[in-house]
């Protein structure tokens, strides 16, 4: 039995049909402009990140503030300190916060550096505030010669409990005399003394039986010389020297040198020629 299905509900099947046809077509065209505009953005600000950097706006740093922190001038520098930097070529680099003064409120930077004029030792002191940041109180420069390491030590030179500062600015004798500046830290200024007749003094050392400092000097004899420091000098007040005799002297206080001992002694004998005392009187 054929099934009969009238003409007219045939028409409206078809009807129906190519409406949802045109409307897919509609959708798949509406979504077709849809991506075309997504890319063509996409594409657009890729463009723009591409462009050459003369055509970009640069933020330039401002270079007015200059940090006196250590951690922070690299970050900030004044156009001088660039300037400055490109003449130069460091040599050595040195810092402490542990040692030098109060431990972890005070802190010490040492550099040498060559520029045009020669080599140079630069050292500078910092004190922290109550707030963790560091300032620049004391800044020093010496000349430095070109053949000797800077080779900074940390030690205590007056006995006062806190460590001092030296290091070698040159070198005499064919090597046997080591010279070098020192700085004493002030604990009531917070701050270094630069002891300015250091560098008279080779082979400086701190001599805890007499608690003072002493030299040794190194020539074609020796000589050991016991030393106070006063403010920022050193001051003998004992010698003891060595050659074909050896000769204890004592320098009071208003400068005159009296001998307390004469001996002599054999001048091929090194072990004694070059013997570094530790005390006059008695001599040992």
């Known amino acids: 039995m054929a099934l009969h299905i009238p003409r007219a509900k045939v028409r409206s099947y078809n009807v129906v049909m190519k409406l949802h046809i045109l409307g897919l077509s ?6 077709s402009i849809g991506l075309f505009l997504t890319w063509s953005g996409i594409e657009s600000q ?26 922070h001038k690299e970050l900030t520098p004044s156009s001088k300190d660039i300037d400055s930097e490109l003449e130069e070529t460091r040599i050595e680099y040195f810092s402490d916060d542990r040692r030098i003064g109060r431990r972890g409120k005070d802190r010490i930077e040492l550099r040498c550096f060559n520029n045009s004029t020669g080599r140079f ?17 004391q800044s020093f420069k010496f000349e430095k010669d ?18 001092d500062f030296t290091y070698q600015s040159m070198v005499a004798a064919r090597g046997s005399n080591e010279v070098r500046k ?26 805890k039986k007499l608690n003072c400092v002493d030299s040794f000097i190194v020539t074609g004899s020796t000589e ?16 003891v020297s060595t050659g074909s005799e ?24 090194f072990d004694e020629v070059y013997r570094r005392f530790s005390s006059y009187n008695p001599l040992r």
């Not at 509609?26 to 979504?31: A, D």
């Not at 990140?49 to 933020?59: G, K």
């Not at 070109?146 to 460590?163: A, R, S, Y």
């Open 26 to 31: 509609l959708f798949i065209i509406t979504l």
């Open 46 to 71: 890729s463009n723009q990140l591409a462009q050459p950097v003369s055509d970009a706006i640069i933020a330039e740093p401002m270079l007015s503030h200059v940090d006196k922190s250590p951690d």
């Open 121 to 137: 030792a630069e050292l500078k002191f910092y004190t922290r505030s109550e707030y963790g940041s560091w300032f620049e109180v």
């Open 146 to 163: 070109g053949v000797t390491d800077c080779d900074p030590i940390i030690e205590d030179f007056n006995n006062d409990g806190l460590k």
């Open 182 to 207: 020192l700085f004493i830290f002030d604990k009531e200024q917070d701050a270094l003394v630069y002891i300015k007749d250091s560098e008279n003094y080779p082979n400086l050392s701190y001599n």
């Open 224 to 239: 050991t010389v016991f030393l106070r420091i006063e403010g920022d000098t050193l001051k003998e007040f004992a010698s």
């Open 246 to 269: 050896r000769v204890v002297t004592v320098t009071r206080k208003d400068g005159t040198r009296v001998i307390l001992r004469r001996e002599e002694m054999d001048p091929d004998n």
